[in-house]
């Protein structure tokens, strides 16, 4: 993995019909689509604020401008268009998508379980074959409660990874084109690290993990 890459923010884009802008997950402006005067009057994103009105743990890959409040660099706020969202409310998708970014996935969606169950039985062949696993269950056996619960551990970062694949693949992102024995060598390797981070910081972690393996692959 590039070693560039490693330390950069969790980032989320902002869409509008004036063009994108890129946030971390403080609602910082990290990049801005040029020659939009509309874009360039934004301060920062209120991120809080987003997650409470949706119930949601941590940012998604990319929300539309209209449904999430802003400052403006004179100190306005720019609430959540209300209007919007009750419109997006009455689609289905929208509802299952929002439910899969709660850590609520359908048990009935076959697409999501079959992924899981594939990430799932992956990740743990790959961190078991693994030559740093017997030095990790040695310092984590008794925490875990036993090789059952290292399999539990693993079963809740393979769901955080098959969530991300879920939200790129809402995108079109091109992660359809990254190493999937890549992917997983990387979590893994997060995972003997610390395997206890909380789902916001696992996210983010994976998401960069899937876009360094769309870059290298398709280099």
């Not at 997950?25 to 801005?32: M, N, S, V, W, Y």
């Not at 689609?91 to 992924?115: N, S």
């Not at 395997?195 to 899937?210: F, L, V």
Request: glycine share 8%; charged share 35%; with cysteine.
């Amino acid at each position: 993995m590039d070693d560039s890459k490693k330390d950069r923010p969790a980032r989320t884009e902002i869409a509008s019909s004036h063009g994108t802008l890129v946030i971390d997950a403080a609602g910082a402006i990290l990049e801005r689509s040029d020659g939009s005067d509309e874009l360039d009057d934004i301060d920062r994103f209120d991120v809080e604020g987003y997650k409470r009105r949706f119930n949601l743990p941590s940012l998604p890959g990319s929300i539309d401008i209209l449904f999430i409040g802003y400052w403006t660099k004179d100190g306005r706020y720019e609430p959540i268009c209300e209007e919007a969202v009750a419109d997006a409310e009455k689609e289905p998708d929208y509802r299952e998508r929002l439910e899969r970014l709660r850590g609520q996935p359908k048990l009935f969606a076959p697409d999501y379980t079959a992924k899981l169950a594939a990430n799932a039985t992956a990740l743990a062949f790959t961190a078991f074959r693994d030559p740093r696993y017997e030095g990790f269950y040695q310092a984590h056996k008794n925490a875990a409660g036993g090789v059952t619960g290292i399999w539990e551990w693993l079963a809740k970062v393979a769901g955080y990874m098959t969530d991300v694949e879920a939200e790129l693949e809402e995108r079109e992102d091109p992660w359809l084109s990254a190493d999937w024995h890549y992917t997983l060598d990387g979590v893994a390797g997060e995972f003997f690290e610390d395997p206890t981070r909380d789902e916001g910081d696992w996210k983010a972690r994976i998401r960069r993990i899937i876009e360094d393996s769309s870059d290298d692959h398709d280099e």
